[in-house]
């Protein structure tokens, strides 16, 4: 059950609003600030790497079973506003398409909005800036490339210099993509979301995502859908069987 001291936003005078960072009456478990975009990738995600389990694996059968009834729910419950920010969303993306690459080529660093697709769906990963110490920043920002090399540069350094830069310097212009995020979830949708799932609240909901996201590399580097290397002895798992 939420925790009534959870604190409610009230953003627009029709809807209440949870408020992001907030406790949720559980410790080290803040308020999440976009649940169902959160769930909608993670879900995608995780169906995306189960098409590498063979279609017989019964562990590749009960996730999927599980993930496809979670998302139907998360996607049965539309945010107000919703239809008009994605419709301005997919403008953006058709308008400016190279202002979403994965990476910059000359780093190899996360752009600061990045399109990515999980199981056919189009999704926008966000890099958020990490709130820094001002007295650990003892440099201007430029790149420390290491120590300069003596005597003139070959025309093959003088090339690959001007290329990098000019890439850095394009890369930061591509992290001021000013992207709106998905309208929130009202509280009574939260609530309503998380009565369809039943897993309790539905920051627990994205941390069990999360866990079944990274647990599903795990499987299939163990290959868990094949025989045992030493098959069981006979009778060894009769006395965990379910009896009338």
Do not use: C
Not at 44 to 55: C, Y
Not at 166 to 186: D, G, I, N
Request: aromatic fraction near 6%; avoid cysteine.
């Amino acid at each position: 059950m939420r925790a009534t001291f959870r604190l409610l936003a009230s953003v627009r005078p029709t809807a209440r609003y949870l408020e992001p960072g907030q406790p949720t009456g559980i410790t080290g478990l803040p308020t999440h600030n976009a649940p169902r975009s959160m769930l909608l990738y993670l879900y995608n995600a995780t169906l995306e790497k189960l098409k590498a389990v063979p279609e017989h694996s019964v562990y590749r059968q009960s996730v999927e079973a599980v993930t496809k009834q979670r998302l139907a729910h998360v996607e049965s419950v539309v945010p107000p506003g919703y239809k008009e920010w994605a419709a301005k969303a997919k403008e953006i993306l058709k308008q400016e398409p190279e202002k979403f690459r994965t990476t910059n080529t000359a780093t190899n660093e996360m752009l600061g909005a990045a399109k990515v697709e999980r199981d056919g769906q189009v999704f926008v990963v966000r890099q958020l800036p990490s709130e820094v110490d001002m007295r650990y920043q003892q440099w201007d920002g430029e790149v420390n490339d290491g120590p300069e090399l003596e005597g003139s540069r070959t025309q093959e350094e003088m090339e690959w210099h001007v290329k990098t830069q000019f890439e850095r310097a394009e890369s930061m212009e591509q992290k001021e993509v000013e992207w709106e995020p998905e309208p929130q979830l009202t509280a009574e949708q939260i609530a309503e979301l998380e009565n369809k799932i039943g897993a309790g609240l539905i920051e627990e909901v994205i941390q069990v995502a999360e866990g079944e996201l990274k647990l599903t590399d795990t499987m299939i580097e163990s290959k868990v859908w094949e025989p045992l290397e030493e098959p069981a002895a006979e009778g060894q798992w009769v006395a965990f069987e379910r009896t009338a």
